[in-house]
C-alpha cells in the first residue's frame, strides 16, 4: 500500500487513542494548589500515599478493563484515606500537601505514558506496546481490588485475566488498522484490498469497485466481515487520495500478489 495510504490507516488507529489522555489532562486541570515540600512523614507513609494515588488515576483504565468502578470513587477514597491516616504523626495541612504533590506525580506519569504512547504508534511494533502496556495497568487494577480501601469500589469480573482484559481493549483500538490480535496477514491483506476498492471506486468505475468488495469482503466472522466493510467505507470516505486510474490499478494489482502470497491464514 502506497505511504499516503499506508498513513491513512495509521491516522485511523492514532484518533481511536485520542481518549486515553482525556481523564489524565482533566486531573491535571483539576490540581490547582501549590506544593510544599514536607519531611515529616515515613518512608512507608510516603509509600502508602503514592500507591492510593496510583489505583485513583487508574481507576478509569480498570473500568475500561471490564472491571466494575464506584462511580462515587473519588469521595469515598477521600473519605476512608483520611479515617486510615489519622492515626499518623501528620499536620493535616502536611498530609494534604503530600496527597496533592502525590496524585500530581501520578497524574503527570500516566499522562506521558498514556499520550507518548498514542503519539508514537506508527509502526505495527509501537502499536502492539500498546497491549503490554495495558496488562501493566491491568495487573495494578488486580492489586486495587485486594487493598483495604479499593477492595470495595474496584472489582473485578469472575476469572479476570489481565492479558486477556488487555488484549481484548488493545484490540478495540487496533483493529481499524488491522493489527488486532486476531487479525491474521490474510484478513489484513483482504482489508487492504477493500480499502482500495473503496479509494478507486471513482476511477475504476462501480461495476469493478462492487466486484472486489464481493469478493474480497465477504467472511463468516462477523468481526472480520466489518472490519472488511469498514475498511472499503474509510477507502469511500478519503478526499485526500486522489489516484489515477494508472495508480489504482498498481495498487490493485499489488494487493492481489499480497492476498496470493499470504493465502487464507
Same mark, same amino acid.
Do not use: H
Given at each position: ?106 497524574? %503527570?506519569?500516566?499522562?506521558? !505514558?498514556?499520550?507518548? +504512547?498514542? *503519539? ?5 511494533? &509501537?502499536?502492539? /506496546?500498546? =497491549? ?69 471506486? %471513482?476511477?475504476?468505475?462501480? !461495476?469493478?469497485?462492487? +466486484?472486489? *468488495? ?5 467472511? &463468516?466472522?462477523? /468481526?472480520? =466481515? ?40
Amino acid at each position: 500500500m502506497p505511504a499516503k495510504a499506508k498513513g491513512n490507516r495509521i491516522s485511523v488507529i492514532t484518533n481511536g487513542c485520542a481518549w486515553l489522555g482525556y481523564f489524565v489532562r482533566v486531573g491535571v486541570l483539576a490540581i490547582a494548589a501549590s506544593i510544599v515540600p514536607a519531611v515529616a512523614q515515613t518512608q512507608a507513609q510516603q509509600d502508602r500515599i503514592d500507591r492510593v494515588s496510583r489505583f485513583a488515576v487508574t481507576s478509569s483504565i480498570c473500568g475500561r478493563l471490564g472491571m466494575t468502578v464506584d462511580p462515587r470513587l473519588g469521595d469515598k477514597v477521600e473519605e476512608a484515606f483520611n479515617a486510615e491516616a489519622s492515626s499518623w504523626s501528620l499536620g493535616r495541612d502536611t498530609f494534604e500537601r503530600l496527597k496533592q504533590a502525590s496524585i500530581d506525580r501520578a497524574v %503527570k506519569s500516566s499522562a506521558i !505514558d498514556l499520550e507518548t +504512547a498514542s *503519539a508514537n504508534a506508527k509502526t505495527e511494533a &509501537e502499536l502492539r /506496546r500498546l =497491549r503490554t502496556m495495558f496488562v501493566a495497568y491491568g495487573r495494578m487494577c488486580v492489586e486495587a481490588t485486594t487493598d483495604p480501601i479499593f477492595s470495595r469500589l474496584i472489582t473485578a469480573p469472575a476469572g479476570f485475566d489481565p492479558q486477556t482484559a488487555a488484549t481484548a481493549f488493545a484490540d478495540s483500538m487496533l483493529e481499524g488498522g488491522g493489527l488486532a490480535s486476531w487479525q491474521t496477514p490474510a484478513i489484513r491483506a483482504r482489508g487492504d484490498m477493500m480499502m482500495s476498492a473503496g479509494t478507486c471506486r %471513482k476511477r475504476i468505475g462501480k !461495476d469493478r469497485s462492487d +466486484a472486489l *468488495a464481493a469478493r474480497f469482503g465477504r467472511s &463468516e466472522e462477523a /468481526r472480520t =466481515r466489518e472490519y472488511y466493510l469498514k475498511s472499503f467505507d474509510i477507502g469511500l470516505n478519503d478526499t485526500e487520495m486522489n489516484f489515477t486510474l494508472a495508480q489504482c490499478n498498481r495498487l490493485i494489482s499489488r494487493n492481489r500478489l499480497e492476498i496470493e502470497k499470504v493465502g487464507t491464514k
